[in-house]
């Protein structure tokens, strides 16, 4: 049986309650017996999916929000200092933790499942956790989506495995003892935290080793930045690598694309293996082995656990399909690094044969857009045509002359056909005098933008 709560965490009062990380962590409390509360800037479906479990969610920031009681008081690095609750707790004495903290809390005496890199954790840990529950295992899991309702984003499950998304953003992935770390592939990103590829790789090195005696590390043998990682390992835990590479340990031999799927052949200790992955994309395809690769690594037969991945039919903002009016797809993507929109562009372009790809790219923090920018307009440049919107800040304030002009004057250099709109609220109109009958419109990015896709299609169902 999973264990009950964790020491001081009864009452907890979460700030930001609304968003992926803290949102599942605070439900995992409440299936547990906590007495949670928290606060988030405004009302949303998952907010109203924590009330249904008995969560208390105020709208707003303000002091009275945080009950005289409160066990303590969970936070994220989004979470400013001057924040009146926070400031509150500092006054009442309310210990503050942090949601790494929380959630590494969650895991003791469980068997976890860390699944860290710069792209594709989400994916991963969906996969894992659907294809576990679809073999009567039971896990507990925390995920930064929602897999197919508003607060399906964690479980408390009755098994004895913990499957967690491990965010390496502020490093606070260097909180958890895994006995199966994933790392998927090490990039530069999150310039606000990290300077340099060398802070990087320093990171995953502390992260690698917080894997317990006797664990596995799943790397990635295809990513450049992963192999590197694993030469600065140098043996020091027992890793497991995928991909397909010639010396990978999982060799991938096939990935066959079926429209919005793809068929995929592993060799796994010897044995060959065929399994279908329900979303498109050859990215996808290698996150679903490295699902393989950590479920056997715990010990579960792959032979049984590829049939189960399966079962995973997407997470929401992941090439997700939001609808079709006037012969016109509408697809969400939460791709926001260059690499992602590459990979999420070319997964749409081999499925799309020759339909159109238009593409409403927002981007996503100051920093991201300052640092890759360019890179940003060289992956647009595989659609047909885009439309990008000013940068969504997120947690960060302006940095002057950093807009999204650095991204569409890439673009053009790269003969894309790209326009620049600044009124979100102009999005429907413009795509709806844009797109035919058989084209695909992707909303992507990792703010806001999710938003229109609803609004693209009651637009073009008017015409």
């Not at 609304?18 to 998952?46: C, F, H, N, P, W």
């Not at 936070?75 to 903290?101: K, T």
């Amino acid at each position: 049986m999973a264990p009950g709560l964790p020491a001081a965490m009864d009452r907890p009062h979460f700030i930001g309650i609304g968003g992926a990380g803290m949102s599942g962590i605070a439900k995992i409390l409440a299936q547990r017996g906590a007495e949670v509360a928290g606060s988030d800037a405004k009302d949303s479906a998952t907010a109203q999916a924590l009330r249904a479990l008995g969560v208390t969610v105020h709208l707003g920031h303000a002091a009275g929000h945080l009950a005289d009681d409160a066990s303590c008081v969970v936070v994220s690095s989004a979470i400013r200092e001057d924040n009146p609750e926070l400031a509150r707790a500092a006054e009442l004495g309310i210990p503050v933790v942090h949601r790494s903290d929380a959630l590494a809390a969650l895991m003791q005496g469980l068997r976890p499942i860390a699944v860290a890199g710069t792209h594709g954790k989400t994916t991963t840990t969906s996969m894992l956790a659907v294809s576990l529950g679809e073999l009567g295992l039971k896990p507990s899991y925390a995920i930064g989506g929602d897999l197919d309702a508003p607060g399906s984003n964690a479980l408390h499950g009755a098994g004895d495995i913990f499957v967690a998304e491990a965010d390496e953003s502020d490093r606070s992935f260097h909180k958890y003892a895994p006995e199966v770390a994933i790392v998927l592939n090490v990039e530069l990103d999150h310039h606000a935290n990290y300077a340099s590829m060398d802070e990087i790789y320093e990171s995953f090195e502390i992260f690698a080793g917080k894997i317990v005696p006797g664990g596995t590390l799943v790397i990635s043998a295809d990513h450049e930045g992963a192999r590197e990682l694993t030469r600065r390992l140098a043996g020091s835990v027992r890793t497991v690598t995928y991909g397909e590479a010639a010396d990978a340990d999982v060799r991938v031999t096939a990935i066959v694309p079926q429209g919005l799927k793809s068929l995929v052949t592993a060799v796994v200790d010897g044995e060959e293996l065929t399994f279908a992955v329900s979303v498109p994309g050859r990215h996808y395809a290698l996150n679903a082995v490295a699902a393989l690769a950590a479920g056997a690594a715990l010990g579960i037969p792959a032979a049984e656990l590829a049939p189960a991945i399966a079962a995973y039919t997407g997470v929401k903002r992941r090439l997700q399909l939001k609808g079709e009016a006037a012969g016109v797809q509408v697809i969400d993507s939460y791709a926001h690094h260059p690499t992602e929109m590459t990979a999420d562009l070319e997964a749409m372009r081999a499925a799309a044969g020759d339909a159109r790809i238009l593409v409403v790219f927002q981007p996503h923090l100051f920093s991201r857009t300052q640092e890759l920018g360019k890179e940003m307009g060289q992956a647009l440049a595989l659609a047909d045509a885009s439309v990008v919107l000013d940068i969504y800040p997120a947690r960060e304030d302006p940095i002057p002359g950093v807009t999204s002009e650095l991204i569409i004057d890439s673009a053009r250099t790269a003969n894309a056909e790209v326009t620049a709109v600044h009124d979100k609220a102009e999005i429907p109109a413009v795509i709806a005098g844009m797109a035919g009958a058989g084209d695909l419109v992707l909303t992507m990015g990792a703010g806001d933008v999710t938003d229109l896709g609803p609004l693209i299609l009651d637009r073009l169902s008017q015409q």
